[in-house]
């Protein structure tokens, strides 16, 4: 029995004298919308070519859907749609000819179908319009209705919102959420956009300097955080608050910092209490203590700065 969409195991890949790949071991579970996440230089791109045959690896194995790759690269490709680079199709043609001619050139494809992925995809107004003429936004989304038209378990796809205004990035994002929930297919995405990524995903595989720093389902790999809150006092009160949080290091108050209408800080959870009454025995007026949602962003950042630091000292 299939256990994940996707396992990577002890993977390693260099070009020339520069290594890429060191040890990157990571799986993707069924059934779930997965974010590929890594600075710029992290290897994301190459784990993804690699991942679907386009290049070898120097060490390691792969599986898709539960047939190892490269060897029987054909069979797993069967069950997998892709978009890897920025969607090319032919300029003078229409969308539902593209998609026509493409995906004939795999196996028969109904009309009925084409006219399905093409609705799925938001390109219903614009199935008659020549490809040339389209929007980045409408070539992104035409790439995911291409990768999805001979129904897929596993959707894989690099920075699909690359290059997409707000309204565009939204749009992309319910288009995916979509096929995962009516197709029933996983889905697998690089991004550099994290506040998507944390929308969209349920969980998440971060990698930095070729290796995995975390990975995990989004809500336990937040849950495991200390609370993190905002202070509002009045002007008068405002420096006081300030001496009296950072003096409350050895109550594990830290990451005190000015916050648009405050002060903002960390504390272990379950003793934002302590800090309430530190406040009201030092004579300051509190107006307001808001809990603040953890967030992907933040942990992404201190997961891939360590990196740097140890980089830095080698």
């Given at each position: ?45 190459t ?6 045959g ?23 490709l ?6 890897v ?14 998609l ?8 028969a494809?109904s ?21 040339g ?15 999805i038209?001979?129904?897929?378990k ?31 297919t ?31 389902y ?17 002007d ?41 009454r ?13 809990p ?23």
């Amino acid at each position: 029995m299939i256990k994940s969409a996707i396992c990577v195991s002890d993977l390693y890949k260099s070009f020339g004298r520069k290594k890429v790949l060191e040890g990157l071991s990571f799986s993707a579970p069924l059934n779930s919308i997965v974010g590929f996440l890594g600075p710029n230089g992290a290897g994301k791109t190459t784990t993804m070519r690699i991942l679907l045959g386009l290049i070898p690896s120097f060490k390691g194995s792969v599986s898709l859907m539960g047939e190892q790759m490269p060897k029987c690269r054909d069979k797993a490709l069967e069950n997998i749609g892709a978009v890897v680079e920025n969607p090319n199709f032919i300029e003078t043609m229409t969308a539902a000819q593209n998609l026509k001619w493409f995906g004939s050139l795999y196996k028969a494809i109904s009309q009925e179908r084409i006219q399905e992925v093409i609705e799925m995809t938001g390109l219903r107004d614009a199935a008659d319009r020549r490809f040339g003429t389209f929007s980045s936004g409408m070539k992104q989304r035409l790439g995911v209705a291409f990768g999805i038209l001979h129904k897929p378990k596993l959707l894989i796809l690099d920075e699909p919102t690359s290059g997409l205004d707000p309204a565009g990035r939204v749009q992309m994002r319910e288009i995916l959420m979509q096929i995962h929930d009516v197709e029933k297919t996983s889905i697998f995405l690089s991004s550099h956009l994290l506040d998507e990524v944390e929308r969209m995903c349920d969980y998440v595989v971060i990698i930095d300097n070729g290796r995995t720093v975390a990975e995990g389902y989004v809500a336990n790999l937040l849950d495991n955080r200390m609370e993190h809150f905002e202070v509002r006092v009045n002007d008068e009160s405002f420096a006081k608050a300030r001496e009296v949080l950072e003096k409350m290091g050895g109550d594990g108050v830290s990451g005190v910092a000015l916050a648009a209408r405050g002060l903002q800080f960390y504390v272990p959870a379950g003793q934002s209490g302590v800090v309430g009454r530190r406040l009201f025995e030092n004579n300051v007026e509190l107006r307001a203590m808001i809990p603040l949602e953890a967030s992907l962003e933040e942990m992404f950042i201190k997961l891939t700065a360590a990196g740097e630091q140890e980089n830095g000292k080698s």
